[in-house]
């Protein structure tokens, strides 16, 4: 990527990170222990990269970011991290659904945000399949994406149902 990217609000980004329903339904400790993981995680990444993790409740971590390439490469992060430190019984899919979202967000006086974006990172993330999809929404995808990496447009019946077209970030790294 050549300069740096914008960082005014119209290009800040959310990164929704949640645990997969298989792992949350089962109420075993490692499901609790994975989720504060992911947002001490998450807080990390924020931080290094001009970001702040959004207070939220433990089933999800939020982290606002000032630019989706950031965001794209924080999330990246996360999954890694959380694949490498995977509890033990849990071999098959991802365990963390990754949305990313962007444009411009309200800040609220307890550090809450509230906006599109928010929602839509939220709604992607819950959506994100076992398969290890990280999902964009419409704004994200029309970033200029970290080398290595490429997008494919998510199912028309899907968008119908979200109201918002998504993409699947592609790793081709």
């Given at each position: 990527?050549?300069?740096?990217?914008?960082?005014?609000?119209?290009?800040?980004?959310?990164?929704?990170?949640?645990?997969?329903?298989?792992?949350?339904?089962?109420?075993?400790?490692?499901?609790?222990?994975?989720?504060?993981?992911?947002?001490?995680?998450?807080?990390?990444?924020?931080?290094?990269?001009?970001?702040?993790?959004?207070?939220?409740g433990v089933d999800v971590a939020l982290a606002r970011f000032p630019h989706v390439h950031?965001?794209?490469?924080?999330?990246?992060?996360?999954?890694?991290?959380?694949?490498?430190?995977?509890?033990?019984?849990?071999?098959?899919?991802k365990l963390v659904g990754l949305g990313i979202a962007a444009g411009p967000l309200v800040?609220?006086?307890?550090?809450?945000?509230?906006?599109?974006?928010?929602?839509?990172?939220?709604?992607?993330?819950?959506?994100?399949?076992?398969?290890?999809?990280?999902?964009?929404?419409?704004?994200?995808?029309?970033?200029?994406?970290?080398?290595?990496?490429?997008?494919?447009?998510?199912?028309?019946?899907?968008?119908?149902?979200?109201?918002?077209?998504?993409?699947?970030?592609?790793?081709?790294?």
């Amino acid at each position: 990527m050549t300069g740096s990217p914008a960082a005014g609000p119209e290009h800040q980004a959310i990164v929704a990170a949640t645990a997969h329903m298989y792992l949350r339904s089962k109420g075993d400790p490692a499901a609790t222990e994975l989720l504060l993981r992911v947002h001490s995680l998450l807080a990390v990444h924020a931080s290094v990269s001009g970001g702040t993790l959004i207070p939220s409740g433990v089933d999800v971590a939020l982290a606002r970011f000032p630019h989706v390439h950031a965001a794209i490469e924080a999330a990246l992060a996360l999954q890694d991290e959380i694949e490498a430190a995977r509890p033990e019984g849990h071999r098959h899919g991802k365990l963390v659904g990754l949305g990313i979202a962007a444009g411009p967000l309200v800040e609220l006086p307890d550090g809450r945000v509230l906006g599109v974006p928010a929602a839509r990172a939220l709604r992607l993330a819950m959506l994100a399949g076992p398969a290890g999809d990280v999902l964009l929404d419409e704004r994200s995808a029309q970033s200029e994406l970290p080398a290595g990496l490429g997008r494919h447009e998510g199912r028309r019946s899907m968008r119908d149902l979200l109201g918002f077209g998504f993409h699947h970030l592609a790793d081709y790294r």
